[in-house]
């Protein structure tokens, strides 16, 4: 169709690489090629390190599910846990690699839409934006303070502060700000100029919950034949979870059962060895990278989900894709961490909020484990508030109307004037 409007997304990762931002993309490209052309830049395959081969190719291009994936080449580490020499190669030089293709193609781009982090995704959207190309930047967190907090860089470093001069040039610079949460929103604002206020827009993660949905023999119904029970945890093992307490709660736990870890990452080897030096092998799982579309089945696979979040105020704003998951399988979910994660558990009435404690993540879910029919009304629960509230298909319908509306295709938005930028 030739008035179909033309979107680029650039993206740092992308399936098959795992993970809520890779996912978080993927669902909204998808969801919006339904009514307009969507291309989606993003490097070779590459996370978690060591994983996936090197490329070569100067460019990979690929057709999946209505969405055109340009691999655009760039530097791939091979080492778990890859220090700041070896990530930069990887994020400048996609970032360099994908601005220039903007370049060549930018009269038969309608509009851009960048994901952060990591910030350097900024540079596309840059050149877009100085092009005349409406520019929506998509933040998932606040790269720059999470990396401070976790103790990364320095705070006062020369790498951060001109890492924040960018990040507030290239926030200023664009056309829209979509946060996935309200208190990120708020944050956004916070950091860079409440004058971005304006600009942002909610367009929250979600789930697809065709896809992700109870199962006839799921968790429960297994368990009723005397298998163990399971706990499960998809997705990244990194630094910002809390995965340590939560190794260290299946030795305090009462029932049977044994923690699975779905999903790769930095602290995959750090953790492992913990499991082994506490003597947890027979509580503790490690499955490793599984494609997507078995995701659902360890979920259903099931009695409760993990869904940890480290209790700091930088990550306050922060909001899981498990946890939607989990609930959309009908899978209740333990949480830890404060702000958004905390008023999601309560909203949803799918599942219960624990300190960062192995006694208290322990004390959570025992209690779980106890009452298998309380646990199925928590499920339940949490799969109504996820179908109602956080379904992918209606957010991207949000995500899509916005665009449309920047390019003037319904006039639902209008361009703001961009504002002059000092940097």
Known sequence: MADRNSYVFVSQRYPPEKGGNASRIRDLAVNVA????????????????????????????EHVDGVEVRR??????????PGLARRLPYYLLFALHAALWLVWHHRSTDAVLTSTPPITTGLPGLVAAALGTPWVVDVRDLWIDNSVALGYVEADSPLVRASRRFQGL???TADRITVTTESLGSAVADTYGQSLGDRVRHIPNGVDTDWFAPRADSGDAVRDGGERSVVVYTGNLGSAQPL??????????DHDAVL?????????SRLEELTERLDLGDRVEFVGLVDR???????????????PIKDTAELAYAMPTKAYEYLACGVPVVV????????FVDASGGGRHAEVDPDAIAEALDTMLAAPDHRRQLGAAGREHVVEQYDRAGIADRLDSLLSGLVGADGAETPPQRSAVQS
């Open 34 to 61: 339904d009514g307009a052309r969507v291309t989606v830049l993003a490097p070779p395959t590459t996370y978690p390190p060591g994983n996936f081969e090197r490329s070569w190719a100067r460019s990979e291009t």
């Open 72 to 81: 655009l080449w760039s530097w791939q580490p091979q080492v778990e846990n």
């Open 170 to 172: 290239a926030l200023r």
């Open 244 to 253: 340590e307490p939560c190794i260290r709660a299946m030795d305090e736990l």
């Open 260 to 268: 699975r870890f779905v999903g790769d990452g930095d602290e995959r």
């Open 293 to 307: 579309e078995a995701v659902p089945t360890h979920i259903n696979d099931a009695a409760v989900g993990l869904a």
């Open 336 to 343: 830890t961490g404060r702000g958004e994660v905390r008023r």
